[in-house]
């Protein structure tokens, strides 16, 4: 089997439903259920057996010991991490516990429990970690785009704290011969994303009628990648990634937030009009721009085609079409979100479980 962090969140949880989809190898699911974790995301996971949730920090290494003896995976892969860089702006202390401090602690754990391991089952382990193009910095309108030999260039607590956590696995393998593997990704969008970033606020708060919010002028630049495409990317490095490698993940997309959040109006639009026939995309307003906010970034993902074959699968234009399209079709899950209802799911989906 295989030990996932951070699998009730955005990325996690997608990784997890396509894993099962399309394999019989269990999963153990270590998630601290943050704000940012909703069980409700894998739903459709209960009752299967090859799903084991767990909640628990990866900080705690006494339970992550544990977990890893009893269940003896052949590889961990760790999305856990706070991964808002408004809030990371807001309040930094978080981002350093879990982004650093628990990526050490995790990375002891691991490397105790594969210390131990027979030398077949060591040779196969593998430990994947799952960051974030934002450890590049942020690039001029015509630099090329990031490759994995880019300087790490940080520019925010989030960021800062997640290249300290490609540091450290780095140093995990080259030191203690951890066989590592890191993949870099550009910006998620699909279904199961939280609405305080950009493609799924601009949904639920076009449908609420409210304003939608553009930092600055609105041509900052990002490289948007379908989550399924990421996850298939993942599932690629993990099968056949070279250790202590680094893998770029990009969908070569590359788009100005104020077009994005256009063409999101535009479907929107199309798929279900405002009732005045007026078009969502005069609720746009400008507001103040993020702190240090990064200015473009792009990913060369031709490392990770070369070498491993991956290519994403989706465009942007179909990508989405079925994200705005799975909004639609999930107004409970936005409303069990919107109303902080999410975070009682543990307690009504598990209660009937407790002894009486
Ligand atoms: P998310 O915020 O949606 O989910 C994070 C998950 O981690 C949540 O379920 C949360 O409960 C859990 N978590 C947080 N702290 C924890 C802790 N201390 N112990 C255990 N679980 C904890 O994030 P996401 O967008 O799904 O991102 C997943 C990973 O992918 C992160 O490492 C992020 O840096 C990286 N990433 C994200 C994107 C993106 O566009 N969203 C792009 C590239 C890389
Ligand atoms: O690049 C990968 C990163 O992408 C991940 O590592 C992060 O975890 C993920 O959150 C994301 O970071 P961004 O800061 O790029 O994503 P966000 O959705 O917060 O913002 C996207 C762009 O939209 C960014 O330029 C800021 C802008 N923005 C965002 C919000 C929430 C707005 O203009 N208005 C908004 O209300």
């Known amino acids: 089997m295989i030990l996932v962090t951070g699998g009730a969140g955005f990325i996690g949880a997608n990784f997890v439903l396509d894993w099962l989809a399309a394999t019989n190898e269990p999963v153990v699911n270590v998630d601290k259920l943050t704000y940012a974790g909703n069980l409700e995301n894998l739903a459709s996971l209960q009752g299967d057996t090859r799903h084991v949730f767990v909640q628990a920090d990866i900080g705690d290494s006494t339970v992550l010991s544990a977990l890893l003896q009893q269940h003896q995976p ?205 078009s969502y995309a005069e609720q746009i307003r400008f507001v103040q721009d993020r702190p240090g906010h990064d200015r473009r970034y792009a990913i060369d993902a031709r490392k990770l085609e070369r070498e491993l074959g991956w290519k994403p699968a989706e465009t942007f234009e179909t990508g989405i079409r079925k994200t705005v399209q799975w909004y639609l079709d999930h107004p409970e899950w936005v409303a069990h979100v919107q109303s902080g209802s999410y975070r009682d799911w543990v307690h009504q989906q598990y209660s009937a479980q407790e002894p009486a």
């Open 74 to 278: 052949r590889a961990v892969l760790n999305f856990a991490a706070e991964s808002h860089v408004d809030r990371s702006i807001h309040g930094p202390e978080d981002f350093i516990q879990t982004n650093v401090v628990g990526t050490f602690r995790l990375l002891e754990a691991v490397r105790a429990y594969w210390s131990g391991l027979p030398a077949d089952a060591k040779l196969a382990f593998r430990f994947l970690h799952v960051s974030t193009d934002e450890v590049y910095g942020t690039l001029g309108a015509t630099d090329p785009a990031f490759t994995e030999s880019h300087n790490y260039e940080p520019n925010s607590p989030y960021s800062a704290s997640k290249a300290a956590s490609d540091h450290l696995v780095r140093a995990w393998h080259h030191t203690y011969g951890l066989p590592v593997l890191t993949t870099n990704c550009s910006n998620n969008y699909g279904p199961l994303h939280f609405p305080e970033k950009l493609i799924p606020l601009m949904i639920v708060n076009a449908l609420a009628g409210k304003p939608l919010p553009i930092y600055g002028d609105g041509q900052q630049i990002r490289d948007w990648l379908y989550v399924r495409d990421h996850c298939s990317a993942i599932r690629r490095v993990l099968e056949a990634g070279r250790l202590g490698d680094t893998y770029n993940v990009g969908g070569w997309n590359e788009q100005a937030n104020i077009d994005i959040v256009k063409t999101v109006c535009a479907l929107l639009d199309e798929l279900r009009p405002r009732d005045d026939g007026r």
